[in-house]
Structures are given as C-alpha cells and as structure tokens.
Nanobody, 117 residues
Framework: QVQLVESGGGLVQAGGSLRLSCTAS????????MGWYRQAPGKQRELVAR???????NYADSVKGRFTISRDNAKNTVYLQMNSLRPEDTAVYYC???????????WGQGTQVTVSS
C-alpha cells in the first residue's frame, strides 16, 4: 500500500506562483506513474499533469506552459511548480500514484489552492 502526503497549497493572487510537493511512502518500488489531479467545486476531478519513471510527462492543455511537473526518485517525491496562476486554477489538488503491476491508484488527502483575482 502506498501513502501520499501533499503540501504546498495556499492562497495566492492571480499571476503568482506556488509549488506543490507529494511524498510517497510504503510499498513504493512498484510506482510507475505519479501525477496531480484537481477538483473544483461542482466539477469533476481532472488530470493536471503526470510523470512516468522514464521522465515522460503529460499536461492538461489548460496548464501547458504554466505548470511544470518533476520527480525526485531518490526522495520518492513529485513536485508541481505552478506559475502564472489564474482564478480558474482554484481547486483541491490531489496527488496520485499508479502501481505498474496492478494499475491501482493511490491518492493523497488533497491540498487547497486558491487564486484570487
């Protein structure tokens, strides 16, 4: 079982930056994909960005050019650097890890990001 702990959320003005961190513990050797999802009030949870152990990345179109996902395998940590934040980025951000063998997803508890206009 994998445990994920997020940090780094908060309140920021539009145009500002935040960096989210997510550290994995437990049975982590089989994690293949780590990523960030977000869920705004009244909306479905959506993929923001993800990164494979190979370093390959995927981004939602809405964050391309503004957000950067990175991974420190030695620290079992994934980061999401968010620049040029917009009010529409306001949401609870969740860390996600996928097991390569079972494809089971593990989720963090979520961290609130609020962007004021």
């Amino acid at each position: 079982q994998v445990q994920l702990v997020e940090s780094g959320g908060g309140l920021v003005q539009a145009g500002g930056s935040l960096r989210l961190s997510c550290t994995a513990s437990g049975i982590i050797f089989s994690i293949n994909i780590m990523g960030w999802y977000r869920q705004a009030p009244g909306k479905q949870r959506e993929l923001v960005a993800r990164i494979l152990t190979t370093g390959s990345t995927n981004y939602a179109d809405s964050v391309k050019g503004r957000f950067t996902i990175s991974r420190d395998n030695a620290k079992n940590t994934v980061y999401l650097q968010m620049n040029s934040l917009r009010p529409e980025d306001t949401a609870v951000y969740y860390c996600n890890a996928v097991d390569r063998s079972t494809t089971i997803s593990s989720w963090g508890q979520g961290t609130q990001v609020t962007v004021s206009s």
